[in-house]
């Protein structure tokens, strides 16, 4: 797999050499954003979407926090993922090309 990057935030467990270890074992790379950079993150864009369904009802008595992430998570589409992405890309190129975000 040679040229493929697993691309992980700072968070001190994801830079640990274990960490680094285990994942150039299954062949990948490692590369770690810089700090406070959550425009570059899917996942972020992920979790600001699911927070925003999360709460935009008022929770009932039976409701749980997981079931309504989970149901929440559950109505995002394979085009919300790629849109996440593609962001991320979009912001990256304009970090690499020193333009504002």
């Not at 150039?24 to 425009?39: A, V, W």
């Amino acid at each position: 797999m040679k040229d493929h990057y697993l691309v992980m935030d700072n968070a001190p467990i994801h830079t640990s050499e274990d960490i680094a270890r285990y994942v150039e074992s299954r062949g990948y790379r490692c590369t770690c954003l810089p700090s406070h950079s959550s425009e570059l993150n899917p996942i972020e864009q992920f979790w600001s979407v699911v927070k925003s369904k999360v709460k935009r009802n008022g929770f009932l008595e039976k409701d749980t926090l997981m079931t309504r992430i989970s149901e929440a998570s559950n109505t995002l589409r394979l085009s919300d993922f790629k849109g996440f992405a593609e962001h991320s890309l979009k912001c990256l190129n304009k970090c690499r090309n020193r333009q504002p975000l």
